[in-house]
């Protein structure tokens, strides 16, 4: 992941997204609360979810995808550790050939990249942006999964 040299805030501006003095304002109410800047613009209504993560896509260098409109396998999933996908909030979507595609909500998680890239050995790991919302929803999903699993399993050992 290659990671552009313009900031977040500059790409919205580019884009017209936000304002100079919007961009100001946020940036200093951002040092007093110690949040994401997305989270302070988006909450005030100066920039919606979706542009948020266009920008944030272009300065990570990392494709934007839509998790409604994409096909999970669920079955993929199990290949990981329940607790790097729940804690780290990032999703295997899919595989082909050599490269497994990832869904992540932050591409600032460093710890979730590296752990996520080592749980997938041998396969290379290829990075997908998604909205956090959607994200939780897909994690919500996996959880019943993993349940349901469990209580099969549970029938099938009581049968034995």
């Known amino acids: 992941m290659q990671k552009s040299s313009k900031r977040i805030g500059e790409i919205l501006v580019e884009k ?3 304002t100079e003095a919007q961009l100001h304002d946020v940036l200093v109410e951002q040092s007093f609360k110690k949040t994401f800047l997305g989270e302070l613009l ?3 209504g100066w920039v919606s979810k ?3 993560l266009e920008s944030l896509s272009e300065q990570f260098n990392i494709p934007l995808l839509n998790l409604k409109e994409q096909a999970v396998d669920m079955e993929l999933s199990q290949k990981f550790s329940s607790s790097l996908l729940l804690d780290q909030k990032c999703f295997p979507l899919f595989r082909n050939e050599d490269t497994l595609t990832v869904a992540i909500a932050n591409p600032l ?3 979730a990249i590296s752990k996520i890239e080592e749980e997938a050995q041998p396969y290379r790991v290829s990075l997908v942006l998604v909205d956090d919302d959607d994200l939780k929803e897909l994690l919500e999903k ?3 999964y993993v349940s349901q699993n469990i209580q099969r399993l549970l ?4 049968k034995i």
């Open 109 to 111: 998680n460093a710890v």
């Open 142 to 144: 996996y959880r019943q």
């Open 50 to 52: 979706r542009h948020f």
């Open 155 to 158: 029938r099938k050992d009581k």
């Open 16 to 18: 017209g997204f936000i």
């Open 42 to 44: 988006i909450g005030k």
